[in-house]
């Protein structure tokens, strides 16, 4: 679980379905122990296939605000 902050935080840089994914990958990674993209896809819960999980995964990692600075600094402080 995400502490409330975060939460809030969070919501205001990602739309809606971004925060929903990072909520998912966050808890997998917890479950999981690994950080590994191809374990995550695996086991991410989406009604496509492996590699099209895969892709949407990376594409979602790749977007350009969601860095160290411009999320996580700005979470860190607010904490």
Known sequence: MIPRFYQ??????LTPSQFLVM???LSLM???????????SRVFPC?????????KLQRFLDLP???IELIWFRAIRLA
């Open 47 to 55: 009604l496509i296939t492996a590699e099209s999980r895969r892709r």
């Open 8 to 13: 809030t935080h969070l919501q205001k840089h």
């Open 30 to 40: 917890q479950s999981e122990k690994q950080v590994r993209l191809e374990r995550l």
């Open 65 to 67: 605000h969601l860095t």
């Open 23 to 25: 909520t998912i990958l």
